[in-house]
């Protein structure tokens, strides 16, 4: 089955700087990549996704990359702001529609 | 998207007993699944509830323990079993919605969280 490790399991930055976290994949099949922001005692949120036809996609702040033939896509995100502080999930998604997710990203952004 | 909710939010159980957790999406959706995360980890799914067949499980969950119905496209039920505190977990139910650009994209609910004691 599919086995999605996602690094680094922590992340401390300054208020304005960049964060970048890192997932990578073990099913070439996979062909949908979901980025999940969960903070503290909430759900899980949908912040961007991307499908594997395309290599890059930003919403304002937000951007993710794949690469398909390397198995890993990444979540950027730029001028981070404290509200960004959250658990990070990425995930791989098969033809199945089921969703694999990696261990989780805690993002701290300091003021 | 859809209005997803659970009931219960949260409930303090006694080992042994056992827990229904519901969810109610305000649209049919043709896929739901249910989560297990447990405390400061990642989603685990437990099974897929399909509408009018039995749940498909995953590897390490089994029918007896996390029984589930799903009588129609708007609604689901998970039961927790026999608990004991290592069933100690927020449940989320999710379902597919398109949106976003297609129909694979997963919402959530806001989660069950459970306490064994």
């Known amino acids: 089955g599919e086995n999605v490790e996602q690094h680094p399991s922590t992340l401390s930055v300054q208020e304005g700087d960049s964060a970048v976290i890192k997932c990578t994949y073990s099913?070439?099949?996979?062909?949908?990549f979901p980025w999940y922001k969960q903070e503290l005692g909430k759900r899980p949120q949908l912040i961007i996704d991307?499908?594997?036809?395309?290599g890059e996609k930003k919403d304002q702040r937000i951007a993710v990359t794949l690469n398909k033939t390397a198995k890993h896509f990444s979540l950027h995100i730029t001028e981070t702001q404290p509200e960004d502080s959250a658990v990070y999930f990425c995930?791989?998604?098969?033809?199945?529609?089921?969703?694999?997710f990696g261990g989780g990203t805690r993002l701290m952004v300091k003021p | 998207s859809a209005v997803i909710s659970q009931k219960p939010s949260r409930d303090i159980c006694q080992r042994g007993t056992s827990l229904t957790i519901q969810c109610q999406v305000d649209s049919q959706v043709t896929m739901m699944f249910w989560y297990r995360q447990q405390p400061g980890q990642s989603l685990t799914l437990i099974a897929t509830?399909?509408?009018?067949?039995?749940?498909?499980?995953e590897s390490g969950f089994v029918i007896d323990k996390f029984p589930i119905s799903r009588p129609n496209l708007t609604f689901s039920t998970l039961t927790v079993s026999n608990m004991s505190p290592e069933d100690s977990s927020i449940y989320l139910c999710?379902?597919?919605?398109?949106?976003?650009?297609?129909?694979?994209?997963?919402?959530f609910g806001p989660g069950t969280r459970l306490t064994v004691l």
């Open positions: 995930a791989a998604h098969n033809a199945g529609n089921m969703l694999t």
């Open positions: 991307i499908r594997s036809n395309v």
């Open positions: 099913d070439s099949a996979s062909n949908y």
């Open positions: 509830a399909n509408q009018g067949s039995e749940a498909t499980y």
């Open positions: 999710s379902v597919v919605l398109g949106g976003h650009g297609g129909a694979d994209t997963q919402y």
